[in-house]
């Protein structure tokens, strides 16, 4: 099937920058982003791209966080500038694809602890 592995998280300092990579095996993969979580509250998306379309950003990351791929290695990538102690969470790598009969199937990472902290 298809396995999703991401790297790249850590502690980083208010205003630091940090890059988040993922990997997808297994399967095509037409939509790759990522997701995040803090204690407390539900996942949400931060950022997702097609294999052809644009990116899409949530709002507290536009202008701040930038993601991109690369189609032939099912690898995405984001590089995250500007951090805030807002941005502390987990981030979790998703990809999705479409089955035989048209539905689209989520597959995901086991996550990446990002913290900026002073």
């Known amino acids: 099937q298809v396995k999703v592995v991401e790297s790249g998280g850590g502690l980083v300092q208010p205003g630091g920058s940090l890059r988040l990579s993922c990997a997808a095996s297994?399967?095509?993969?037409?939509?790759m982003g990522w997701y995040r979580q803090a204690p407390g509250k539900e996942r949400e998306l931060v950022a997702s791209?097609?294999?052809?379309?644009?990116?899409n950003y949530d709002d507290s990351v536009k202008g701040r966080f930038v993601i991109s791929r690369d189609n032939a290695k099912n690898t995405v990538y984001l590089q995250m500038h500007s951090l805030k102690p807002e941005d502390t969470a987990i981030y979790y790598c998703?990809?999705?694809?479409?089955?035989?009969?048209?539905?689209?199937?989520?597959?995901w990472g086991q996550g990446t602890q990002v913290t900026t902290s002073s």
């Open positions: 998703n990809a999705k694809r479409s089955n035989f009969y048209g539905i689209v199937i989520d597959y």
């Open positions: 297994g399967r095509p993969i037409e939509t």
């Open positions: 791209i097609g294999s052809q379309s644009s990116p």
